[in-house]
């Protein structure tokens, strides 16, 4: 399990992720995000082990996490989902994934062929402003990391143009 900050870009702050005894795992360079749309995602020693950053030109929101160097995955949000937001965390190869639930309020899966890999709840920890993020064994918990990442960015873009929106009218 991984404990992760609530709300970590409102402002471009630096934070952590932990794990569950509360060990710093992962450093995330939140600073980047507004010069670059990109994050990047460390190990304890500083060195870069994945990033996450946004396609400019695309039809829906679409994020890219690269692990490595190497591209692990895109996130995108489905077109037409009624009465739910669900996003595809797209892999090489034929074993998308899927998040799917409240994701506004960080309470959701992510799912591969219909088994549960990944749950993200706020519900598990008495923390305020923080969630956990639950991953099965045999999956890369960078990948769900950066995709849980890849979301929270897309839903604060998202809420930024309605604010905005709102203004304009």
């Not at 509360?22 to 990047?40: A, I, M, W």
Request: glycine content about 8%; overall charge negative; aromatic content about 8%.
């Amino acid at each position: 399990m991984y404990v992760i900050r609530e709300k970590f870009f409102s402002i471009g702050d630096d934070f952590d992720v932990l794990d569950e005894h509360g060990n710093k795992v992962f450093h995330v360079d939140g600073k980047v995000l507004s010069v670059r749309n990109k994050v990047v995602i460390e190990d304890p020693s500083g060195q870069e082990v994945a990033t996450v950053h946004r396609h400019l030109v695309a039809l829906r929101a679409t994020y890219e996490i690269r692990i490595g160097g190497e591209k692990a995955a895109e996130v995108r949000k489905k077109l037409f989902t009624p009465f739910r937001e669900k996003f595809t965390i797209d892999v090489p190869g034929p074993d998308d994934l899927e998040m799917k639930g409240d994701l506004l309020d960080h309470e959701y899966v992510i799912e591969r062929g219909g088994e549960e890999v990944a749950a993200v709840s706020k519900r598990w920890l008495t923390i305020r402003d923080t969630y956990a993020v639950q991953v099965a064994a045999g999956i890369e918990p960078l990948l769900i990391i950066g995709s849980v990442l890849a979301l929270d960015l897309a839903l604060d873009r998202e809420r930024e143009r309605d604010k905005k929106n709102d203004e304009d009218n």
